[in-house]
């Protein structure tokens, strides 16, 4: 106690900082070691490093240090296994997409090679462009007349990589004529199996198909309204060019000559061919069969040329040729039903894509772009068969037209009340909190009675 006290106040000897013996025992293997150092590997050497130590003294393997070009040294094969898989299969993917495109593109110029020279034939105007005709005259049959196109013009432009369209007009009896081939998705493997499998199991979805749509607009003796002019003077000349031509006009009617397989989904799908009555003709194979508003219509329009051409066309290939002059959605107003004379072919195309594999359906097509002049001269019924038809029109013409006044008579009662009831609340505005009591009161009251009356009125 002496020695503390006097060490406080004299500033006596310190007391040793030294730890006692066997304190710090467990520290003393690490206190005699060395500092360890880091181990460093030779740029220019392959060989595997060594080990090193970290900061924490933990054991590691050092990376090499190379120059940042030199990835096979500090990287290995294991490091890619993701990008092995991932790569070839892009790469297999835009392999299939370029081919479905190129074979689809050869389709549609094998189509237009096989019929390019008929719409020339008919048509003054063919395609898209001045040259095409020209160029189709001449017997060319050339990628670049039918197929991408150049500055010259195209006869076939494609849409998408599915769907080809051309276009043709200035023709006797007929306004234009729109084609469209329609391919399958061969650029797209993953969604032609999808619409394929679904096609198995839901009827709603149509098996994937590959088909030409021919769509021709018949004047009807319209001449003067549907082809444009832009000064008096090409309005007079009109006037004068149409004046020696005869009357393009025909009677109304929907007639048709369809492949069986597909008469259920045209009479759920369209609404001119659910007007027709369906029956087998002698004359037509046993896989096609006549839709029609009359047997007089279906007599004068089913001619031996005619059925020679569908059968030559086949089972496989053809598929319907439609006569209409009603919409193909159900009209739900009246002027939706208006008559819009049109004449409709559907072939399926083959799996080659050389022309000569069309040589079974041009027969028909050339027939189909000829037909108009045949309605022109021959669908003129007699005033029996005309009425039959005009009675069908005129029925549902009256549907539609209590439809409308359903409709008119519904929103002229959604009016009166809504009238009514901005009267009410602008009365009731006016009215103090005991007057509005009151005004509810008798309203609730008269709507007990009018409920009381009906259940009296039902029992």
């Known amino acids: 106690m002496g020695d503390f006290i006097k060490g406080l106040l004299f500033g006596g000897s310190k007391p040793s900082t030294s730890p006692a013996p066997g304190a710090e025992d467990d520290f003393d293997d690490f206190a005699s070691a060395s500092s360890p150092s880091p181990i460093y590997s030779d740029p220019s050497s392959s060989a595997p490093t060594g080990l090193a130590f970290d900061d924490h003294s933990t054991l590691r393997t050092a990376v090499p240090y190379?120059?940042?070009?030199?990835?096979?040294?500090?990287?290995?094969?294991?490091?890619?296994?993701?990008?092995?898989?991932?790569?070839?299969?892009i790469a297999l993917l835009a392999a299939v997409h370029v081919w479905g495109r190129r074979k689809n593109q050869r389709k549609a110029h094998a189509w237009a090679t096989a019929h390019g020279p008929a719409l020339a034939r008919e048509f003054a105007s063919v395609g898209y462009g001045k040259s095409v005709k020209q160029q189709l005259g001449r017997g060319s049959t050339?990628?670049?007349?039918?197929?991408?196109?150049?500055?010259?013009?195209?006869?076939?432009?494609?849409?998408?990589?599915?769907?080809?369209?051309t276009y043709a007009s200035g023709r006797q009896n007929v306004a234009l004529a729109e084609v469209t081939v329609k391919l399958l998705k061969r650029y797209n493997p993953m969604s032609l199996a999808m619409e394929t499998a679904l096609s198995f199991f839901f009827e709603s979805f149509r098996p994937p198909r590959e088909g030409v749509e021919i769509t021709m607009q018949a004047f009807d003796g319209k001449e003067k309204d549907?082809?444009?002019?832009?000064?008096?003077?090409?309005?007079?000349?009109?006037?004068?060019?149409?004046?020696?031509?005869?009357?393009?006009?025909?009677?109304?009617?929907?007639?048709?000559?369809?492949?069986?397989?597909?008469?259920?989904?045209?009479?759920?799908?369209?609404?001119?061919?659910?007007?027709?009555?369906?029956?087998?003709?002698?004359?037509l194979p046993v896989w096609a069969s006549v839709m029609s508003e009359s047997a007089e219509v279906t007599e004068a329009l089913l001619t031996r040329e005619l059925v020679d051409a569908v059968q030559k066309a086949g089972e496989e290939m053809f598929e319907y040729l439609i006569i209409t002059d009603q919409p193909i959605d159900k009209p739900l107003k009246l002027n939706e039903a208006a008559p819009r004379k049109r004449l409709i072919l559907s072939l399926r195309l083959p799996s080659s894509t050389r022309p000569s594999a069309y040589s079974p359906t041009l027969p028909l097509f050339e027939y189909f772009l000829r037909l108009p002049d045949l309605l022109v001269s021959t669908a003129h019924f007699r005033p029996e068969v005309t009425r039959k038809i005009r009675t069908t029109r005129e029925e549902e013409s009256k549907k539609l037209k209590r439809a409308g006044e359903g409709e008119k008579a519904e929103e002229r009662r959604l009016e009166?009340?809504?009238?009514?009831?901005?009267?009410?609340?602008?009365?009731?505005?006016?009215?103090?909190?005991?007057?509005?009591?009151?005004?509810?009161?008798?309203?609730?009251?008269?709507?007990?009675?009018?409920?009381?009356?009906?259940?009296?009125?039902k029992a």
């Open 66 to 89: 190379t120059k940042w070009y030199r990835v096979w040294e500090r990287s290995s094969p294991s490091d890619f296994q993701a990008e092995a898989f991932i790569i070839p299969f």
């Open 142 to 165: 050339s990628e670049r007349v039918p197929g991408a196109g150049d500055e010259q013009g195209v006869l076939l432009k494609e849409q998408t990589a599915q769907e080809y369209t």
């Open 226 to 283: 549907l082809v444009p002019v832009k000064r008096k003077a090409e309005l007079d000349a009109k006037e004068s060019r149409f004046k020696g031509l005869p009357n393009s006009a025909y009677d109304n009617f929907v007639w048709a000559v369809v492949h069986k397989e597909q008469m259920k989904r045209l009479r759920d799908e369209r609404y001119d061919v659910s007007l027709t009555a369906t029956k087998d003709h002698k004359s």
């Open 416 to 457: 009166a009340e809504k009238k009514k009831k901005g009267m009410r609340d602008t009365r009731l505005k006016g009215l103090s909190a005991e007057e509005q009591r009151k005004f509810l009161e008798k309203e609730r009251e008269k709507g007990q009675k009018k409920q009381e009356k009906k259940m009296s009125r």
